[in-house]
């Protein structure tokens, strides 16, 4: 299993990450001796390289990259002391990674789990009250945007509109497993026999697990099968209209935009 880590910190309360991408970066500089040659051997403008280096440097408080005076062939640049110790431990932490994951590997095999997974549950935190993982079935394309279809459970389907770049950034492709995330309050709920007909492109289907009613909320979490829940916040006065109750049949609904994909 390749390992590519992507380590997050915080400075003055501000969050900070450092990925592979960033260190590749700094990698170029060190090899071509200037941050634009480092910039087009990366594939990224002049402009985010310099942000990036630029961000790197407000991290770890001291500059990873140095200026060189000009020369025959003009001014350049290279890896400080600073920059060179970071390459190094960013990539003994890969490597150490690398070897955690190759021990857990063994024990988790035949549960369905794996290591990959495992980590990225300890680790992910988001205010999304959904987060359901797939594996991408499908993607269509235009000129800008991207419908991702995303089979989670069974037959169940979720479908998300990204961005091209985003795809690309991500490196979406059928087959690929990714973690759809939701805002509860962005799912509506309708009894099953009475679900509207709707331009919400997600509409799924299953049996109300909990309903959770509060003075002005109330949450109601919909089983959809295979140990999954779609959980969606709805106002008290709705939920009561609409006679919810723990056992029924209902339908949740939510337009694909409103789906944010994850990738480990």
């Not at 500059?63 to 990539?91: I, M, N, T, W, Y």
């Not at 997974?117 to 992910?124: S, Y």
């Not at 799912?187 to 007909?197: H, K, T, Y």
């Amino acid at each position: 299993m390749a390992i590519r880590a992507s380590l997050a910190f915080s400075s003055d309360d501000r969050p900070w990450s450092v990925g592979r991408e960033r260190i590749r970066l700094l990698e170029a500089v060190a090899r071509e001796g200037s941050i634009s040659a480092a910039a087009r051997s990366t594939g990224i403008t002049y402009k985010a390289a310099w942000d990036a280096v630029s961000a790197m440097n407000n991290l770890f408080g001291r500059p990873l990259v140095e200026a060189q005076a000009g020369g025959r062939k003009g001014g350049g640049a290279r890896l400080s002391p600073a920059g060179r110790r970071v390459v190094a431990g960013f990539e003994r932490v890969e490597g150490e990674l690398g070897r955690l994951m190759r021990t857990l590997e063994p024990e988790l095999d035949g549960t369905g789990i794996s290591a990959t997974n495992l980590v990225w549950g300890f680790l992910m935190r988001t205010s999304a009250r959904n987060a359901l993982r797939g594996t991408i079935a499908a993607i269509r394309e235009d000129q800008i945007s991207a419908e991702v279809a995303l089979a989670v459970v069974g037959e169940t389907t979720l479908y998300a509109v990204v961005t091209r770049e985003s795809v690309r950034e991500l490196g979406l492709f059928p087959g690929r497993e990714a973690v759809a995330l939701i805002k509860a309050p962005f799912v509506l709920i309708a009894r099953a026999e009475d679900a509207p007909r709707t331009s919400a492109r997600n509409q799924i289907f299953g049996t109300i697990a909990r309903c959770d009613a509060g003075t002005i909320n109330t949450e109601v979490t919909l089983d959809i099968g295979g140990g999954k829940a779609l959980t969606a916040v709805v106002t008290s006065r709705s939920a009561e209209a609409l006679g919810l109750e723990v056992g029924d049949d209902a339908c949740a609904m939510f337009d694909a935009a409103h789906v944010i994909l994850a990738v480990d």
